[in-house]
């Protein structure tokens, strides 16, 4: 990393911008994060951590700290009335290294996440806010508000806008924040729940009033979620409120007790116009924010960390081309958005917000259908893994894809564990550097090799070997060889020979600077 390089500062420091940090601390970047936050939030927020974030974790060295902390979920129940309608396996079809789902309130996300970087020696400046910037060439100047009232002006190399929904960030930049406002009014609870619940199952009940959705928490303790009936006013509901709404609309025999959380709020359903200004980008809710039907906000944007934060650290350390690098962010970023937004207002408005008899009976009929079709039903779970995201724009696509042979799993996919003797290709994987996975008996693809010793450092060769069972998992029948970046998808492939796909890669994210 090049001695004079200016920190990148973080503004937020929810579950993006600390992975973002934590992406940044491992490539040895500098960087300061900042939250206007006196101190980390303690309710639970979002829950679901998927297969993509988890592998995402597994890459930053993080998994282990999230699988001793969470609850792995299994089942998910749905109903109307007193009947069940659906009862199906979570996760099931999920190609993964880690193929199911974990329940960890967003708080403890966090808590692991800034006490991993505590450790390493990284500080959240806490109660510092951003209060505006401008960019002159390659610097970003802010001025940061120190909670004493201080003013800072601090020059950064980039600032990544995590700021949330109601980010500062965005706003200076004037992108738009594109969608709109469901009329509803949601309400929320966290509860200890008395009756007949699976605390590894989450639980989907409605009937001809309304529609319940129930979460395990932690141990013990239900998310519960419900619309307000009309008139809808915004206080949070009461405890009385929420036992109104199991017992009308939730599986029979709940009852509601002990509440740590209440809460009433307005579904937005809304995208950035754009992810980038020069070397201001933004991420997480800064860019995209949905309903929570589906569990994806938190994932998608911990995901966006991933694929920014190698871009900037290869910029930082003089290698690929800066401004490919930085385009290749939302055109990879923003379509997988766009379609979480999408599915999470249709999954509310099916789940959530349709309700009389026809809708009612029409949701019974599919969801009982869907749920004893099993290609169905493992589609449905890849989709909410996020593990079935590719890549198919941008400059890091279009420099590979019609000269990046072979089937499946092609460039812009994600990368396929192997498992063998005890051995898993995921363990390997990290997230500071590029895997050269290369097919075949010892010395295969020996010009390939040659190519890459010139990037030691930022490339790591993995021998993959020749065993049938490999070659058909990447879709070889001899040698050949799968380039993966950072965040775990695939930069290009080819066969013993195809060299060139390999120089045009590296052109825009290995060699050196000229």
């Keep these: 990393m090049p001695t004079q390089t200016r920190p990148v500062l973080i503004a937020g420091a929810g579950p993006t911008g600390l992975t973002l940090a934590t992406s940044l601390h491992l490539q040895g970047v500098p960087f300061r994060i900042i939250d206007k936050l006196p101190a980390a939030a303690t309710v639970s927020k979002a829950l679901a951590v998927w297969s993509g974030s988890l592998e995402g974790f597994s890459a930053l060295g993080a998994l282990d700290d999230f699988l001793t902390a969470g609850l792995r979920l299994t089942r998910l129940h749905m109903g109307d009335g007193a009947h069940e309608i659906a009862n199906m396996e979570i996760a099931e079809g999920v190609d993964s290294a880690y193929p199911f789902t974990l329940i960890l309130p967003q708080s403890k996300t966090e808590e692991i996440l800034a006490g991993r970087l505590a450790r390493a020696g990284v500080a959240i400046e806490r109660g510092v806010e951003l209060s505006g910037f401008e960019q002159v060439d390659d610097v970003v100047r802010t001025r940061l508000r120190h909670p004493d009232g201080r003013e800072e002006v601090f020059d950064a190399s980039f600032l990544a806008g995590c700021d949330g929904a109601r980010s500062v960030v965005r706003h200076t ?4 924040f594109e969608g709109y406002t469901e009329p509803q009014t949601f309400i929320l609870s966290d509860t200890r729940i008395d009756g007949p619940l699976d605390q590894s199952c989450i639980y989907i009940w409605w009937s001809a009033k309304g529609t319940v959705a129930l979460f395990p928490v932690v141990d013990g303790v239900w998310r519960t979620f419900a619309i307000r009936e009309e008139p809808a006013g915004d206080e949070p509901p009461t405890l009385a409120e929420i036992q109104g709404h199991l017992e009308a609309n939730g599986p029979p025999g709940l009852v509601a007790r002990d509440p740590t959380w209440l809460s009433a709020f307005r579904v937005n359903e809304r995208l950035a116009a754009s992810y980038r200004r020069g070397r201001v980008l933004l991420a997480g809710d800064a860019a995209h924010i949905h309903s929570p039907a589906g569990g994806q906000g938190m994932n998608t944007g911990i995901q966006d960390a991933l694929n920014l934060g190698w871009k900037i650290g290869a910029i930082l350390a003089g290698r690929g081309d800066s401004e490919a690098l930085l385009e290749s962010y939302e055109a990879e970023r923003r379509p997988v958005a766009r379609e979480v937004v999408a599915n999470a207002a249709r999954t509310t408005h099916i789940g959530m917000v349709a309700h009389g008899q026809a809708p009612r009976l029409l949701r019974d009929t599919l969801l009982s ?21 590719a890549y198919d724009a941008g400059p890091l696509y279009e420099a590979v894809h019609r000269i990046s042979g072979g089937p499946a799993p092609a460039a812009g996919g994600r990368v396929r564990d192997v498992e063998r003797d005890g051995w898993s290709l995921w363990s390997l994987l990290s997230a500071t550097h590029h895997s050269l996975l290369v097919f075949g008996d010892p010395g295969a693809c020996g010009e390939l090799r040659a190519a890459a010793r010139r990037f030691a450092g930022a490339l790591e060769v993995i021998e993959m070997g020749a065993s049938a069972e490999v070659l058909e998992r990447y879709g070889f029948s001899g040698p050949g060889w799968v380039l993966v970046r950072p965040d775990q998808f695939i930069a290009a492939r080819g066969g013993e020979g195809d060299i060139g796909v390999f120089d045009a890669y590296a052109r825009l994210a290995l060699e050196p600077m000229g």
């Excluded at 930049?173 to 738009?176: A, F, N, P, S």
């Design 369 to 389: 259908f869907a749920s004893r079709v099993p290609a169905i039903r493992r589609k449905i779970q890849v989709a909410m893994s996020e593990t079935a995201i």
């Design 173 to 176: 930049l004037g992108i738009e």
